[in-house]
């Protein structure tokens, strides 16, 4: 299995840009200490040639710029690009499928509710459902969107997206929000980039992976609130923090 991590930042990128937080001054001042990236995303691959995108980041078109692997090769209009799997809907997740709207046959695979939301988003009109085909895929059922490959979703505690909440905002465990294990050639990785608590369900699943990439929006719960950024906690936001009695640091 090859992965390349085509980015690690949270929903804005590093530095966002409108930020002046500490640690984004630091980004645009160009201080050696830190290092701009693009909003998460995953693109794995069996055999090195069809690669499949663990959702379409707003950076998308950048990230395949530096990434030699995923820039078109051979006929006028081609890609290596095979595939993208959503874990939810949230708009750094969703963003970069309209960069991919040029007629070019892709699969793209997620939950019945992040597929429909897609279905619902006139925009996302531009990905031609004649070249595009959407597959849903079920909590726990198992794929093999390519030879050697194969991939499981299963829930993980998140919310719906901010453009979809209402008054209140309930954390729930369904296939709104999901992780992902994916296995070929014995190995197995787990990627959750969204998740708002570790249960004792949840950290068991995750015994044995070789590799685990998991949430990392913020390192304590109330850092945005501390800055003056937003009222919101991590925990409001959906995500679980990294640092704290019950950070994922910790479990």
């Known amino acids: 299995m090859r992965v390349l991590v085509l980015g690690s930042a949270a929903g804005g990128g590093f530095p966002q840009w409108n930020c002046r937080c500490p640690i984004c001054c630091l980004a645009w001042a160009g201080d050696p200490r830190v290092t701009a990236r693009t909003q998460s995303s995953l693109a794995v691959s069996a055999d090195g040639k069809a690669w499949l995108l663990f959702n379409a980041s707003p950076d998308l078109r950048?990230?395949?710029?530096?990434?030699?692997?995923?820039?078109?090769?051979g006929e006028a209009r081609s890609t290596p690009i095979a595939g993208v799997f959503l874990t939810n809907g949230d708009v750094d997740h969703i963003g970069g499928l309209l960069s991919l709207r040029e007629q070019q046959p892709f699969t793209l695979y997620g939950s019945q509710t992040t597929l429909s939301l897609i279905a619902k988003g006139s925009i996302f009109g531009v990905l031609d459902p004649r070249v595009v085909k959407q597959i849903p895929v079920g909590i726990d059922q198992i794929i093999g969107p390519q030879a050697g490959l194969t991939l499981?979703?299963?829930?993980?505690?998140?919310?719906?997206?901010?453009?979809?909440?209402?008054?209140?905002?309930?954390?729930?465990?369904?296939?709104?929000?999901?992780?992902?294990?994916?296995?070929?050639?014995g190995k197995r990785l787990v990627y959750i980039p969204g998740c708002a608590d570790l249960n004792a369900g949840l950290v068991a699943s995750l015994s044995g992976a070789d590799l685990l990439f998991f949430d990392g929006t913020t390192f304590t719960d109330d850092e945005m609130v501390r800055l003056g950024l937003s009222p919101k906690t991590a925990a409001r936001m959906g995500h679980l923090a990294i640092d704290g009695p019950r950070g994922s640091l910790e479990r």
């Open 62 to 73: 950048q990230q395949i710029m530096s990434t030699p692997a995923l820039q078109p090769k």
């Open 152 to 185: 499981r979703p299963f829930a993980v505690p998140g919310k719906v997206p901010l453009f979809l909440e209402g008054e209140t905002v309930e954390i729930a465990e369904t296939e709104t929000t999901v992780g992902l294990e994916i296995a070929a050639g």
